[in-house]
């Protein structure tokens, strides 16, 4: 099983709201990533965890704020977001952080900030 | 730092045409390289990777070298399908674990 979890699929939040994206996988891997990707652009990488710690925060705006509660999940917190922050989120994971390891994305949550 | 280029796009071919998508890197030592698809409405998925040089992806048809002398690691394959339409994107990952993708190719077959 490679698979990666991403709830919910789709999002629309206001620029005051609170919300939380979710992800989950069950394959026993280490290290765990967020990105963001707006339309026709490649993947931009915003958060990693390394055996559930926060080890890379690529300048992301405290307007996210991730959390890794357990091995197996990931949690990115949404408060005061801008309409530019409409995005795909994607989920990662992969076995650990040694080079060369093969990243398993999720489907994404398709967000829209109003 | 370590980087990849990749070929402009959009790509349209017609179906069963022969595919070349191109990926050159930049980076010391011996990167792992990787073929990621993205389908519309859809998250990235592993289309096929070469650790070492001179080893060859393949998958789903899909095909890739990885050229140490050239720093290049192609996509092709010889037959495109309608379902092949999607985007392409060639990465690289060195030490740890951030990856580097290309820009994107996104290709188009039609019947």
């Known amino acids: 099983d490679t698979e990666v979890t991403q709830t919910p699929k789709h999002l629309v939040m206001g620029m005051t709201n609170k919300k939380s994206l979710k992800c989950e996988q069950h394959m026993g891997h280490r290290a765990m990533y967020w990105y963001k990707q707006k339309a026709k652009k490649p993947p931009e990488l915003m958060f990693v965890?390394?055996?559930?710690?926060?080890?890379i925060n690529e300048s992301v705006p405290s307007r996210f704020s991730p959390e890794c509660p357990n091995s197996s999940l990931l949690n990115l917190h949404l408060h005061a977001l801008q309409p530019e922050d409409s995005a795909l989120y994607l989920c990662?994971?992969?076995?650990?952080?040694?080079?060369?390891?093969?990243?398993?994305f999720g489907a994404g949550t398709r967000l829209s900030v109003l | 730092g370590d980087s990849v280029t990749q070929m402009e796009g959009p790509v349209t071919l017609s179906e069963e045409a022969f595919l070349t998508i191109n990926c050159t890197y930049t980076a010391t030592g011996y990167p792992s390289l990787f073929w990621y698809v993205q389908y519309p409405g859809e998250g990235l998925q592993l289309l096929l990777k070469a650790t070492k040089a001179d080893d060859k992806g393949s998958n789903k048809g899909f095909e890739a070298t990885y050229r140490k002398e050239t720093t290049s690691f192609h996509l092709e394959k010889g037959s495109v399908q309608v379902s092949d339409s999607a985007v392409y994107f060639c990465?690289?990952?060195?030490?740890?674990?951030?990856?580097?993708f290309g820009t994107g190719t996104s290709l188009t077959v039609i019947p």
């Open positions: 990465a690289l990952i060195h030490t740890g674990n951030q990856f580097y």
């Open positions: 965890y390394s055996y559930e710690k926060l080890s």
């Open positions: 990662a994971s992969s076995q650990g952080d040694r080079g060369g390891a093969i990243q398993y």
